[in-house]
C-alpha cells in the first residue's frame, strides 16, 4: 500500500511561490498527481504526471502558473506554484494510480495532506 507524505504548505500572500513535495512509500504506479480541496468544494486533480516519461498535465487555470516533476530516485514528486492567488488556498493532497485511475472515484488512500493559504 502507498503511503504518500505531502509537505511544503504554508502561508503566503498574492504573488508569492510554493514548492510542495510528496514521497511515496512502496511501490509507485504509473501516474502521480497533485489534488486539492477547497473549503465547500470537491476535491480536484490539479497536475499530473507520468512516472516513466514525465510528461504533465494541468487543469487550465494553473497552466503556466504551475509545474509537476518527478524524482525517480528519490520516488517524490514535486509541485511548484508560481504566481499564487487566494483561490488556489486549498489542502493539497498527492497520489499515485495506473493511469486512466488518477481520480478521486478510484482512489481510496490518501495522505494527510498539506494547507496551502494564500491571502490577498
Known amino acids: 500500500q502507498v503511503q504518500p507524505v505531502e509537505s511544503g504548505g504554508r502561508l503566503v500572500q498574492t504573488g508569492d511561490s510554493l514548492k510542495l513535495a510528496c514521497q511515496l512509500s512502496g511501490r509507485t504506479n504509473y501516474v502521480m498527481g497533485w489534488f486539492r480541496q477547497a473549503p465547500g468544494k470537491e476535491r480536484e486533480l490539479v497536475a499530473s504526471?507520468?512516472?516513466?516519461?514525465?510528461?504533465?498535465t494541468y487543469i487550465d487555470s494553473v497552466k503556466g502558473r504551475f509545474a509537476i516533476s518527478r524524482d525517480k530516485a528519490k520516488n517524490t514528486v514535486y509541485l511548484q506554484m508560481n504566481s499564487l492567488k487566494p483561490e488556489d488556498t486549498a489542502i493539497y493532497y498527492c497520489?499515485?494510480?495506473?493511469?486512466?485511475?488518477?481520480?478521486?472515484?478510484?482512489?481510496?488512500?490518501w495522505g494527510q495532506g498539506t494547507q496551502v493559504t494564500v491571502s490577498s
Open positions: 497520489a499515485s494510480a495506473p493511469a486512466g485511475f488518477l481520480t478521486t472515484k478510484t482512489i481510496h488512500s
Open positions: 504526471i507520468t512516472w516513466n516519461w514525465g510528461t504533465p
